[in-house]
Every structure is written in C-alpha cells, then in structure tokens.
C-alpha cells in the first residue's frame, strides 16, 4: 500500500462544477498536510496547508480527517485555469525530511 | 511568492560530460532537496540537506552527488552523464519551524542526455 493514495483521475469537470478530491495516508503519526498544484512540465507550488480545523482560501477549501486518515480539497465555481494535477503532500514528525508526494489527481475544467 | 531559482532551466549535452545544476535561495531556509521526476509520474527524493555541511541520500538511487557550503546555495553535480539521467530536476527548500513548513519548488531543470 503507498503511503499517500490519490485518484489519478482524470477528473474532467465542466466550467462552474465543484470537484473534490481525497488523499489517504497510511502513517497515523504525519503531522503536517498541504496541496500543491502542478501544470504540465512545471514545478509543483504550494496551493494551501491543511490545518485541523480546515481552512479556505477563496474558492479552495481543504479539510483533514485524523480518525479516517485523509485529506481533502473542494474547489468550488472550477475554472478553466483549475485544469493541473493536484499533488496532495504529508510530512511526517517534526524535523524529519521526509515529505510523501501523492502521485496527484488530474484536474481538466472544461468549457 | 518563493524566492528559489534554478539555472539552467533546459540542458541537452552529451554522455560521458559532467554535468553542475545550480539551485538557490534567497530565504534564509535551512532545509534544501533536490527531486527527479519524470513526464507525469510522482517526485522521487535524491538529496536533501538540514543545513551547511550536511547532506543525505534520498529514497531513489542516483549517482549525482551534492554540497552544502552556503545555506542558500545547493548545486547538484553528475560527474559522467548518462541518457538514464534524462530528466527533470526539481529543487525545494523548505524553513524550520513548529511542525514541517511547505516547501517551495524552483522552475526546475530539464536535462536531457544524448
């Protein structure tokens, strides 16, 4: 099992849709939770940390389940610009340098 | 927005040169990587670093080596390049703080090895 599962998609949306994607980790002990968007032969940049108690930002809100071991992010009102693979990242105890990418969900927004 | 550059941003050489990608920050961040990865697959860690003077393996083998004498300076070197290095070569930082702060990626290198 790898230690962060995500649905490769692609997730093929039209423009205005809300989408949501999951991301389950294996390690009860991760501590630190983000999203990263990734366009096609780009770098990955950071979209938004997850906190426990979920967070917004604008039309991107990202929630953490402890218990179930799984994150999540909703995009509401898509646009096209959404279209990119969403990379769902976990990190484990303090200090460490392991950081576990997802294989990432495809996003493609359409008109 | 992050401050981390990598040069150069494509590089198509032959086999057998040796081969300096250069990666730097202008964050004070103690914490450096560098990734591979390849058209739409995951990240692989090659290197990372904590701090000056420190360097590690990652979790995928590669027969690039690292240094660490500056913090914000992390240049990652092949000394005979292979068309098995074909690739493109992302590197992070990431700062120290209460839990693991996000890292924050260069443009990348695209290496391509004839």
């Known amino acids: 099992r790898k230690e962060v599962e995500q649905d490769p998609g692609p997730f093929n949306v039209p423009e205005g849709a809300t989408v949501a994607f999951n991301c389950t980790y294996s390690?009860?002990?991760?501590?630190?939770f983000f999203w990263y968007r990734q366009d096609c032969r780009k770098e990955p940049k950071l979209l938004m940390s997850?906190?426990?108690s979920g967070n917004e930002d604008g039309r991107f809100t990202a929630q953490l389940n402890r218990a179930s071991q799984y994150i999540s992010l909703l995009i509401r009102d898509s646009k096209l610009s959404d279209s990119a693979t969403y990379l769902c990242v976990v990190s484990e105890i303090s200090g460490t340098y392991k950081y576990i990418f997802g294989t990432g969900t495809r996003l493609k927004v359409l008109a | 927005e992050a401050d981390i550059y990598q040069t150069p941003r494509y590089l198509v050489i032959g086999t057998g040169k040796k081969i300096t990608l250069e990666c730097s920050q202008t964050?004070?961040?103690?914490?450096m990587y560098w990734y591979q990865q390849d058209p739409g697959m995951e990240l692989h860690l090659i290197h990372y670093?904590?701090?000056?003077?420190?360097?590690e393996k990652g979790d995928l083998s590669s027969e690039s080596t690292v240094s660490r004498i500056r913090t914000e300076h992390f240049p990652l070197t092949l000394e005979s390049a292979r068309p098995s290095h074909t690739s493109q070569y992302l590197c992070?930082?990431?700062?120290?703080?209460?839990?693991?702060?996000?890292?924050?990626f260069g443009d990348g290198t695209r290496l391509s090895i004839l």
């Open positions: 997850v906190y426990s």
């Open positions: 992070a930082s990431s700062a120290i703080g209460g839990g693991n702060q996000p890292q924050h």
């Open positions: 670093s904590y701090g000056v003077n420190s360097t």
């Open positions: 964050m004070g961040h103690d914490k």
């Open positions: 390690n009860s002990a991760s501590q630190s």
